[in-house]
């Protein structure tokens, strides 16, 4: 199996910054993808940025710009750097990894931004 764990959350202020990490354990294959979706209270959860093995990016139009995605693969680990945060960011973070025909999840990390 595949263990992810999120950490990083926390309530921070509109324009604040704050870094997630994911630490994967487990299995994990240097062909996987990995990414970060979130979702707020009342909402569909929806992808915030994905990584490819090889470091290849994608961004939702929403945080592109102000988000960067990053993976340390020798240590398992994936970063979500959030710079000019804005009330609408505020939701549950979780990372992914995707195998195959198999997603896994983490738990989630909440992120609050209110002033």
Known sequence: QVHLVESGGG????????????????IISSFDDMGWYRQAAGKQRELVASI??????RYADSVKGRFT???????????????????????????????WSTDYWGQGTQVTVSS
Not at 52 to 57: A, D, V
Not at 80 to 98: F, G, H, I, R, W
């Open 69 to 99: 995605i990053s993976r340390n693969n020798a240590k398992n680990t994936m970063y979500l750097q959030m710079n000019s945060l804005k009330p609408e960011d505020t939701a549950v973070y979780y990372c992914n990894l995707a195998r």
């Open 11 to 26: 309530l921070v202020q509109p324009g604040g910054s704050l870094r997630l990490s994911c630490a994967a354990s487990g």
């Open 52 to 57: 490819t093995s090889s470091g290849t990016t």
